[in-house]
C-alpha cells in the first residue's frame, strides 16, 4: 500500500509539474508589446502539403524590441510563410524581400493591454484549475485506498503532501501571472 501512496504522489508532482509547463506555454505565446519568436509558435506554414511550425522552416530572429526577422531556408517558402502570418490572428503585416520576411510589432494600446492582461488571468486560472483537479483525483484514489485498508495515517499523510504541493504549484502559476502582467503593463 505504501509503494501505491508513494505512486499516486509522483504521479501528483509529476502531472502539476506539467500543468506549470502548459501554463507557463501559453502566457509566453501572449504578446506583451515587445517582439518574441514565441510569437509564432502557434503559426503553421504549408510546406509541400504538410503543415509546419515556422520554426522548422525558418530563423527566427528579433533585430530590435520592435521587430522581428524571418529568414527562410529555402526561398520558395517565403511567400507562404507570409501567407500564413496574414492568415494568424496575430493582427501583424508582414513584408518580405528576397531574403525572408519582416515583422514590425506596432506599440500596445492601453486598451489591448489590459484585455492581454485579462487573457493572462484567464490563462493562469485555467492552470489553477487543471492543478486543483489532479489533486482533487489524487485525493479520491488515495481514499479509495483507505477503503481497500491502507492506513489512515499514512493517506492524511499523503493528502497533506498533496496539498502542499498544490499550494506551491498554484503559487508558481500567481508568480508567472505577475510577471506577464508586469511585463505587458510595462510601456
Same mark, same amino acid.
Given at each position: ?24 506555454? %501559453?502566457?509566453? !505565446?501572449?504578446?506583451?508589446? =515587445? ?6 509558435? *502557434?503559426?503553421? +506554414?504549408?510546406?509541400? #502539403? ?59 494600446? %492601453?486598451?489591448? !493591454?489590459?484585455?492581454?492582461? =485579462? ?6 486560472? *485555467?492552470?489553477? +484549475?487543471?492543478?486543483? #483537479? ?54
Amino acid at each position: 500500500m505504501d509503494e501505491e501512496i508513494q505512486f499516486y504522489l509522483s504521479e501528483a508532482e509529476e502531472s502539476m509539474g506539467k500543468a506549470l509547463q502548459h501554463t507557463n506555454l %501559453e502566457l509566453s !505565446r501572449i504578446r506583451a508589446g =515587445k517582439a518574441s519568436p514565441a510569437m509564432l509558435d *502557434g503559426i503553421r +506554414v504549408d510546406y509541400y #502539403g504538410t503543415p509546419t511550425p515556422i520554426s522548422q522552416v525558418a530563423n527566427v530572429s528579433t533585430p530590435d524590441a520592435r521587430s522581428l526577422y524571418i529568414k527562410a531556408w529555402e526561398k520558395n517558402i517565403i511567400g507562404e510563410i507570409v501567407k500564413a502570418i496574414k492568415n494568424s490572428d496575430l493582427g501583424l503585416n508582414p513584408q518580405s524581400d528576397a531574403e525572408g520576411v519582416r515583422l514590425n510589432i506596432p506599440p500596445m494600446t %492601453e486598451e489591448r !493591454r489590459r484585455d492581454l492582461v =485579462k487573457q493572462v488571468k484567464n490563462e493562469s486560472e *485555467g492552470g489553477k +484549475v487543471r492543478i486543483r #483537479g489532479i489533486r482533487k483525483d489524487v485525493n479520491e484514489s488515495l481514499r479509495k485506498l483507505l477503503k481497500e485498508g491502507a492506513a489512515e495515517d499514512a493517506v492524511k499523510d499523503a493528502e497533506a503532501k498533496v496539498q502542499k504541493a498544490t499550494d506551491s504549484y498554484i503559487t508558481k502559476i500567481d508568480d508567472l501571472m505577475s510577471k506577464k502582467e508586469a511585463e505587458i503593463m510595462t510601456v
